[in-house]
């Protein structure tokens, strides 16, 4: 590991002052994907600014929505009384990822930014776009079974690893920043990009901002929401492939729903073709097989991933029998 400078801000502007002066600073809030990183030499920024001491670690109810501060740790969100009430789904992805130790210390603002699980990513002799821009792709021809289906470009097609990301697309969540120009709001459909030519951006935030928080809209999906995540062992592994739904039920006619899969693209994968295929008809397993059909549409899979076509769309007609609770 190289030598690096320690920070620790105490107020937001002074964290922007410091990315701003120094392209080299990373901020550090939970640490355990960063860390790990610049301990196998993956990333070496020379300063870390903490921003464990930022007053982003509340969660509130407010009118419309609900208010998760980027510092606050996934445990904490999970487990809180108002995202178990307003938005189960949430709650429910961030239980799926990692282990119970790591989300003690993993936070909001740093689960949006974990970076891939690439195996070629983390393999500092490998070929890499997204580590060393223009070095190549050692995962094209490489052992490429976690990767994507969907949205790969010929720089890359590695996968964002994250449930909770997966959960706030279905979810239509706004990532809330703050840079040298001042606030703005990202809806997380626009946060985390596609590869294509630059893979070593994976998302939309600019190097001097930092996330303050984020806002989820109130619904009604929280009688019927479940996050389905196939992986090799059953806790303490990443996605092969994982779905988030959120329904609407009128009786047994989905009056509205939300879809989202994980494990697929460099990006959480939004599912608005399928969603608008049952929007307004019946909880039918039938249904969701073609909807599952038409979710499927334009996957490319690898030498090693061939399975996960199969895998994506059985995972999805087992989470939407699994939410609308239709048995047959
Ligand atoms: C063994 C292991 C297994 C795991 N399994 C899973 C899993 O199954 N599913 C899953 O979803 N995740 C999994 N994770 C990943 C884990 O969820 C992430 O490491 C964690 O969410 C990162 O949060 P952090 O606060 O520790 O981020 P850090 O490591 O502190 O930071 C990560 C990145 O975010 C940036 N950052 C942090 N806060 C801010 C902010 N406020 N504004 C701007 N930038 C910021 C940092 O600069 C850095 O680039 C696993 C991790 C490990 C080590």
Redo the contacts with the bound molecule.
């Keep these: 590991m190289n030598n690096f400078q320690y920070k620790r801000v105490s107020s937001p502007a002074a964290a922007i002052a410091e990315l701003s002066k120094d392209p080299a600073a990373?901020?550090?809030?939970?640490?355990?994907?960063?860390?790990?990183l610049m301990k196998y030499g993956v990333m070496a920024p020379d300063k870390l600014v903490d921003?464990n001491h930022l007053s982003?670690d509340a969660i509130k109810k407010e009118e419309r929505s609900l208010y998760i501060g980027?510092?606050v740790r996934?445990a904490v969100a999970a487990g809180n009384a108002d995202v178990l009430k307003y938005q189960p789904l949430l709650s429910q992805a961030m239980l799926?990822?990692?282990?119970a130790q790591?989300r003690n210390?993993?936070?909001m603002?740093?689960?949006l930014?974990?970076r891939t699980r690439c195996g070629y990513f983390y393999d500092i002799s490998a070929p890499c776009n997204k580590r060393v821009p223009g070095s190549g792709c050692a995962a094209l021809e490489g052992y490429n079974r976690m990767h994507a289906i969907f949205g790969a470009s010929s720089s890359c097609i590695a996968v964002n690893?994250?449930?909770?990301n997966v959960a706030l697309t279905a979810l239509d969540a706004t990532i809330l920043v703050s840079g040298p120009k001042g606030d703005r709001k990202i809806p997380v459909s626009e946060f985390h990009r596609l590869p294509g030519t630059h893979p070593e951006l994976d998302t939309t935030?600019d190097r001097k901002e930092?996330?303050?928080g984020l806002v989820i809209p109130d619904n009604n999906f929280a009688a019927h929401t479940t996050y389905l995540k196939v992986r090799d062992r059953i806790s303490?592994?990443?996605?092969l492939i994982s779905v988030a739904v959120a329904i609407d039920l009128d009786g047994t006619a989905i009056r509205d729903i939300r879809l989202a899969m994980g494990g697929v693209a460099h990006k959480p994968w939004r599912l608005t073709e399928a969603e608008q295929l049952l929007k307004g008809k019946q909880a039918t397993v039938e249904n969701f097989k073609m909807a599952a059909e038409l979710a499927m549409k334009g996957a490319k899979a690898y030498e090693h991933n061939a399975f996960k076509l199969k895998l994506a769309p059985n995972t999805m007609i087992q989470a939407l029998k699994t939410a609308s609770g239709v048995k047959a």
């Design positions: 990373k901020l550090v809030a939970g640490g355990t994907n960063l860390i790990d921003v982003f980027a510092t996934n799926a990822g990692a282990s790591l210390k993993a936070t603002g740093g689960n930014l974990q690893p994250s449930d909770m935030l930092i996330i303050t303490y592994a990443f996605a």
